[in-house]
């Protein structure tokens, strides 16, 4: 995890957090990419602060850190910014390390919510906003992508038209060709 965001963060009064006591096997950390001049960001953030808290108060609490990484324009909008937010932030004079982080993630667009599992450091969702807003009250948290054998049903069909049981794949390469008859070329 320090490779990806270096050991600390700073907290709402600019104190330095420890990351390594947000790290642990069931543990999640939220990055989260915005901005005081989005308005987009300015919708969702109180949607993510309600979770936020709701979560925090719940017996899963302790699994969960979010950390601001800005995208603000100065250091007055983000101080304005960040006194709404609950939870800790990469400081703004570290504009280098935000770049990484969102060159890291593909970072396109704010609001823009990555989960990342702590031991591993590796994404579990890449669009949390958009599962937040499915799931608001965290059900499915940390929104872990369904397992293909799972979308796939139990059955497909072969190109004679008899039905496979999916479990007779398991061991095999799967491909699979989308495609429709009224699709010319």
Known sequence: MKNLL???VVDKQGDLVDLSGFCGSG?????YFSAHWCPPCKTFTPQLVTFYNTFKRSNRGNQLEIVFVSSDR???????YFAGM???AI???ERDRKAKLSKKFHVQSIPSLVVIDTVTGRVIQQDGRNRLTED?????FPWRPRP???ILGETLVDNSGQQVPVSTLSDKIKMFYFSAHW???
Do not use: H, I, N, R
């Not at 100065?74 to 304005?80: G, I, L, N, P, R």
């Not at 608001?136 to 499915?140: H, S, T």
């Open 6 to 8: 270096g050991t600390t």
């Open 27 to 31: 543990k999640v950390l939220g990055l």
């Open 74 to 80: 100065d250091q007055s909008s983000y101080e304005e």
């Open 86 to 88: 609950p939870w800790l």
């Open 91 to 93: 400081p703004f004079s």
């Open 136 to 140: 608001p009250e965290g059900a499915k």
């Open 148 to 150: 293909f054998a799972d």
């Open 183 to 185: 699709v010319s070329g």
